[in-house]
């Protein structure tokens, strides 16, 4: 199964808002709300942002949302801050009753 | 302090196995399904297996089916991930990680994970 569809890529500069997307098929994120966003800062273990598309773990920033339409879900944050930059990725249960992560979206904060 | 702490990485010949630990600590281990992700140098995360609380159910990513075995000892708190015949494409630092659920169907987040073991597969 091929990874779920990120940008490589997304900036925007202190304050501002961005959208990271992820795009799979109703195999996964379409067919299942089991989609979760990771955080993932150069040498750490991820973290946990978002579970089940669009609840927060206790302890995150109330700046990360997430949501879902059809095939792609999406992460937002909000009032970008320099620590945000880092590496999103986003997973998705499938039915083969496997995980499936994307490839990584690398945040750059200007 | 909740914590999860693997061991059993190194450097291991292809057609080689090699046996990677978890040991958890600060929850209630055998509330959870745990699971094995990993990451190739330089590259994205990737799903390896998962293990639900009693091991009555087990799954595993279609790349290591049948070569890759996960178990757990609930008297021990402790995850473990035999890997056979292990290739060059299984390079990678392997992470445990605890899921919200007792279950792994469905395979839902990841809340807690450790600081990895690398595992090195070459000649």
């Known amino acids: 199964q091929s990874a779920l569809t990120q940008p490589a890529s997304v900036s925007g500069s202190p304050g501002q808002s961005i959208t990271i997307s992820c795009t799979g098929t109703?195999?996964?994120?379409?067919?299942?709300?089991?989609v979760s966003w990771y955080q993932q800062h150069p040498g750490k273990a991820p973290k946990l942002m978002i579970y089940?598309?669009?609840n927060r773990p206790s302890g995150v920033s109330n700046r990360f949302s997430g949501s879902k339409s059809g095939n792609t879900a999406s992460l937002t944050i909000s009032g970008l801050q320099a620590e945000d930059e880092a590496d999103y990725y986003c997973s998705s249960y499938t039915s083969s009753s496997t995980l499936l992560f994307g490839g990584g979206t690398k945040l750059t904060v200007l | 302090e909740v914590q999860l702490v693997e061991s059993g990485g190194g450097l291991v010949q292809p057609g080689r196995s090699l046996r990677l630990s978890c040991a958890a600590s600060?929850?209630?281990?055998?509330?959870?399904?745990m699971h094995w992700v990993r990451q190739a140098p330089g590259k994205g995360l990737e799903w390896v297996s998962g293990i639900s609380w009693n091991s009555g159910s087990i799954g595993y990513a279609d790349s290591v089916k049948g070569r890759f075995t996960i178990s757990r000892d609930n008297a021990k708190n402790s995850l473990y991930l035999q890997m056979n015949s292990l290739r060059a494409e299984d390079t990678a630092l392997y992470y445990c990680?605890?899921?919200?659920?007792?279950?792994?169907?469905?395979?839902?987040?990841?809340?807690?994970w450790g600081q990895g073991t690398m595992v090195t597969v070459s000649s």
């Open positions: 109703s195999s996964d994120v379409g067919g299942y709300n089991y």
């Open positions: 089940e598309v669009s």
């Open positions: 600060g929850f209630t281990f055998d509330d959870y399904a």
């Open positions: 990680a605890k899921d919200v659920r007792t279950t792994v169907t469905p395979v839902d987040a990841f809340d807690i």
